[in-house]
């Protein structure tokens, strides 16, 4: 040690001597490397700066202290210091909280707290504690429904449902047992586009069970005994109906209609269409479109479920 540090050694051991009281580095001497020092409760760790005064019994950095024995942890033996401006309020305590939730709003109902359980009582929509949601609450954000029951009407536009038509007649589509695609060329609702007028299928957006209805008007002659209506799917041959034309047709326009409706499976991706076969006879067997707005052959479907 040199003469401009300032302490009081004491002891008759000059190589291992113990000193007391503070130590302080003189103004000046900011080249000088930190001091520390190993002794009693009073008087250890120390690491002063220059010019300053070392605390008693704490490890200490430009008069910053890092470390005392005031805010010593129990059982531990080191601890940090108290954050700047934090000081006794933010920590977490060593017991769980099992008790109220302080600060916790349930006056509007969108939670509810019952001893230590915390029930979420409306995920969507706002209005009075328990009430039912619905879908066009301004703050909705999903729904997950078990059982509930519902006043009034409710509609989603994001179902699969199309209604299509033939707009003209189709001459001469069969007759002698020719399977014929109905192409339901115009529409006058398909919510999800999932239907083509360009070639009269609908394509299943999401897997589930489609209902469809078809119905076709036919022009027959009086050999035309078998006529088939048929919905085709891709999981299957649905028959929808098998008749004898000739003897069911109208006496002045020769015209006889067929219609069918079937639950069926598809697969996302999955196609449906609308085909006729009218055998026992000439390929002359037309298919009756729209006249004067009214609709006689048509295609449409839905998701059921």
């Not at 220059?50 to 531990?76: E, F, I, K, R, Y």
């Not at 017991?95 to 109220?100: I, V």
């Not at 239907?195 to 050999?223: E, K």
Request: charged share 15%; proline share 4%.
């Amino acid at each position: 040690m040199t003469s401009r540090y300032s302490f009081a050694p004491v002891g008759a051991s000059t190589e291992r001597p113990v000193f007391t009281g503070t130590v302080t580095l003189p103004a000046g001497t900011a080249a000088a490397p930190g001091l520390v020092f190993a002794g009693d409760v009073a008087t250890g760790f120390y690491h002063a700066a220059p010019g300053t005064v070392g605390l008693a019994g704490a490890l200490q950095v430009d008069s910053h202290p890092v470390w005392h024995a005031g805010n010593d942890g129990a059982g531990s033996g080191c601890d940090a210091d108290l954050l700047d401006g934090q000081q006794g309020s933010y920590y977490q305590p060593a017991a769980p909280n099992l008790g109220a939730l302080a600060g916790l709003d349930t006056a509007v109902g969108l939670v509810e707290q019952t001893g230590s359980t915390l029930f979420a009582k409306r995920p969507l929509g706002t209005g009075s504690a328990g009430a039912v949601p619905t879908l066009g609450d301004a703050d909705a954000r999903y729904a997950r429904l078990s059982g509930a029951t519902f006043s009034g009407a409710l509609r989603n536009t994001g179902q699969p449902a199309f209604l299509a038509f033939l707009s003209s007649q189709q001459l001469n589509a069969t007759g002698d047992g020719t399977l014929y695609t109905i192409l339901c060329d115009a529409e006058v609702f398909d919510q999800t586009n999932a239907h083509n007028p360009a070639t009269g299928i609908f394509t299943a957006p999401l897997t589930g069970f489609y209902r469809f209805d078809c119905t076709v008007c036919l022009i027959v002659g009086a050999t035309h005994t078998r006529a088939e209506l048929i919905l085709e799917t891709s999981n299957r041959l649905h028959f929808l109906g098998q008749i004898n034309a000739a003897a069911l047709r109208d006496a002045t326009g020769n015209a006889v209609i067929m219609t069918g409706s079937r639950l069926v499976d598809m697969d996302a991706g999955d196609t449906a269409f609308m085909r006729v076969k009218v055998s026992n006879g000439t390929k002359g067997v037309s298919v009756f479109g729209t006249t004067a707005g009214a609709i006689y052959t048509s295609f449409s479907g839905r998701l059921e479920c």
